[in-house]
């Protein structure tokens, strides 16, 4: 799996960080979405970028409890999240902080059959670092079920 990373003022802040996923599911809705393995892309852009960001490509088993696009629901640092579904929509909000970085945000992603797509929206930073201000797009397939 390939992650891209971003150096600056020799920090480094992970961008898969960035890519949210949440744990706590509210049960507003009967959700609509269809469950199994999904292929995500997601295309970073915003201000205080030191380079630009190369699209992430990876594939994440999307589940009742994980509806969200997002990698890092075991991070150290990462703040419990609130998952909001209501029928095929999710939304959610984070906040994760390590020695180095610091990052908050939310987003909201539409499940729409086999395809997917959304948006997202985020601070971040760290020690001896500007804040950056990101804008995450995100979009996926369905593939199949998960193993």
Same mark, same amino acid.
């Given at each position: ?74 991070? $150290? ?5 609130? !998952?909001?579904?209501?029928? %095929? =929509?999710? +939304?959610?909000?984070?906040?994760? #902080?390590?020695?180095?970085? $610091? ?5 909201? !992603?539409?499940?729409?059959? %086999? =395809?997917? +797509?959304?948006?997202?929206?985020? #601070? ?24």
């Amino acid at each position: 799996m390939h992650h891209n990373h971003l150096k600056f003022a020799g920090q480094r802040l992970v961008l898969p960080m960035l890519l949210l996923s949440g744990v706590f599911v509210s049960p507003a809705a009967e959700a609509k979405i269809k469950y199994g393995m999904w292929e995500f892309t997601v295309q970073a852009h915003g201000t205080g970028l030191p380079v630009e960001v190369a699209p992430d490509t990876y594939q994440k088993c999307i589940t009742r409890r994980n509806p969200t696009p997002g990698l890092n629901e075991n991070n $150290k640092g990462c703040s419990k999240q609130k !998952v909001k579904v209501e029928g %095929d =929509t999710v +939304s959610w909000s984070i906040s994760c #902080e390590t020695d180095e970085d $610091k990052m908050t945000g939310g987003g909201t !992603v539409t499940y729409m059959d %086999d =395809t997917m +797509s959304g948006k997202g929206a985020f #601070e971040a930073g760290g020690k001896g670092m500007p804040t950056m201000k990101l804008q995450l797009k995100y979009s996926g397939k369905r593939l199949g079920n998960c193993p």
